[in-house]
């Protein structure tokens, strides 16, 4: 009875450790990647606080100075907030860490990945001053704030090309400049005002810090872009923000499935033990076979396919988990292109997942069957490749078709913002039809997840191709309608008539056309 007493303890806390090393498994570099985003969104916030402390009181400096008077008291013009330090060290994920022994690693990581889910579970905060977003209304507004700030640094901006272009801010130097590597002219000005040195010295420090961001900077909070407008900035923080609420989602859901694969796990290790039990003891089976059988037997007929279903979903979605919460999704049968919209993920448990349909509908479908499907997780995937294909007219001159080719390789160059390559290619000829086959296929910058902005970009493309195609006197015209002389009457005159598919004399002359 002891050893029974001691192995329950011993089960728990294997099925435990199991369950933990799948949370890490799915969720630990995700959480890793949110939390280092939020802490760069802090450092780059408190760098453009201290900018806007710097502007003001270098003013009030002037001020004073004009009128012959000196400051009292000496400016700090420090980025850091709160005590933090200057420096942004984005981690990276670790294979293995030092400890001595396996328990011990998995107790730290588990440490790790706590802490850092803790601080995700609130609000985003921005530091400083500014209060914590609880809402994308709210994230959005304090992200344009900042950013209002941030395009008053000129050392940020990006020469723009034109009167109307947009603000825009370098990734690289916003990132340099909000860990202290690099020097703005209104912070050296400041630190003059201050007394920090001489202006030789700030100038040398400025020169010190041009190559602190020659290299690029792994960068979770805007990823990719290496040119930030306000729409960029902005969408960055949304994405933050939602990262963070949906990453605490899906640990949530994920511990729901967790909870009972762990109560099934000590059912089975209560099921085993009275079996051993009965054994121990000398139990008669003969007694008890038959009715056993004819229970269970009954069970299996009354239940069917249920429990083996559940409990095939329910492994599905807890091992392998093709998607989780939030994830944009494509859902078919193997083989088979996708009848479906793209779709999200709601909600996931041990039944059934619930969706989001592009029309706003809740679906559900049981996990069983979706281990039978293909899932294509638009969340995960890398951007995408788009196909367009152009029908162009059969007769138009070769220096035209190359005039489309050109000008559409100049558009994709100019909207750099929503495409980063192009490639070309007449694929096939339809003389039958009157066409060419040109096929764009154009790659987006946008995730694959964010079909809004895709298929926003991929319009916008199509219609300066028809615009384009207009102008330069590129019509496509339909094939006239065949006009076949059909056989005389009797007696009377030849009728003329339009081609059907009854007609039988497929060798009649036609009138202006190409057979069909």
């Known amino acids: 009875m002891l050893l029974a007493g001691l192995s329950r303890p011993l089960v728990e806390a294997a099925v435990i450790f199991y369950i933990n090393n799948l949370t890490l498994k799915h969720f630990e ?37 004009s009128k012959g008077l000196k400051s009292r008291s000496a400016v700090s013009f420090g980025v850091t907030s709160n005590g933090a330090d200057v420096s942004i060290t984005i981690p990276q994920r670790q294979d293995s860490i030092q400890s001595a022994s396996a328990m011990q690693e998995h107790a730290d990581r588990w440490a790790v990945f706590f802490a850092q889910l803790k601080s995700l579970s609130g609000p985003l905060e921005f530091g400083e001053d500014l209060q914590d977003a609880v809402n994308v209304v709210q994230a959005r507004r304090r992200a344009a704030r900042v950013f209002g700030v941030l395009a008053q640094q000129e050392a940020l901006l990006i020469e723009s090309h034109g009167d109307g272009a947009p603000v825009a801010l370098s990734r690289r130097k916003l990132l340099a ?17 201050a007394g920090a040195g001489s202006s030789k010295d ?76 009965i054994v121990v003891w000398g139990f008669d ?32 979605t807890l091992l392998f988990r093709p998607f989780h919460i939030g994830d944009r999704v494509l859902i078919s049968k193997p083989g088979f292109k996708p009848q479906l919209f793209s779709m999200i993920v ?28 293909s899932i294509i997780n638009l969340s995960r995937s890398e ?28 558009y994709v160059a100019e909207k750099n913002s929503d495409w980063s390559a192009v490639d070309l290619q007449y694929s096939s000829t339809d003389f039958a039809a009157g066409h060419l086959n040109l096929d764009i296929w154009a790659a987006s910058k946008h995730a694959a997840a964010e ?20 102008s330069a006197g590129i019509e496509y015209v339909q094939p006239l309608i065949p006009v076949r002389i059909t056989a005389p009457a009797m007696g009377g005159l030849p009728g003329v008539g339009l081609t059907s598919p009854d007609t039988k004399n497929d060798h009649a002359p036609h009138m202006g056309c190409n057979h069909q």
């Open 202 to 277: 700030a100038h040398a420090r400025a020169g010190s810090s041009k190559d602190a961001f020659a290299e690029p900077v792994s960068d979770p909070l805007f990823q990719s872009n290496e040119t930030l407008d306000e729409e960029t900035f902005v969408s960055a923080i949304e994405r933050t923000y939602k990262e963070q609420r949906l990453l605490t989602a899906s640990v949530a859901s994920f511990d729901k499935i967790n909870g009972v694969f762990h109560k099934v796990s000590v059912a089975v290790w209560a099921i085993t033990l009275a079996a051993v039990l």
């Open 29 to 65: 570099q995700r959480a890793l990647e949110a939390h280092t985003a939020q802490k760069l969104l802090r450092r780059v916030v408190a760098a453009s606080r201290a900018a806007e402390r710097r502007a003001a009181d270098a003013a009030r400096q002037r001020a004073l100075k």
């Open 383 to 410: 951007p995408t490749w788009l196909l367009i294909r152009v029908q162009a007219p059969a007769a138009t001159p070769v220096a035209k078709m190359t005039e489309i080719a050109d000008s559409v390789r100049l």
């Open 285 to 316: 089976f003969a007694v008890w076979i038959i009715p056993s059988v004819s229970v269970i037997a009954s069970l299996i007929v009354l239940m069917g396919r249920a429990p083996g279903d559940i409990l095939s979903g329910a492994l599905y």
């Open 177 to 193: 400049w909000a860990s202290g590597r690099l020097q703005t002219p209104a912070a050296m000005a400041g630190a003059a005002f």
């Open 451 to 470: 079909v809004g902005k895709i298929y926003t970009a991929r319009s916008g493309l199509i219609l300066f191709i028809h615009t384009y195609m207009q």
């Open 346 to 373: 709601r909600e996931i448990d041990v039944v059934r997942t619930h969706f989001l349909t592009s029309h706003g509908e809740l679906l559900y479908i049981e996990n069983y069957l979706l281990r039978q499907m």
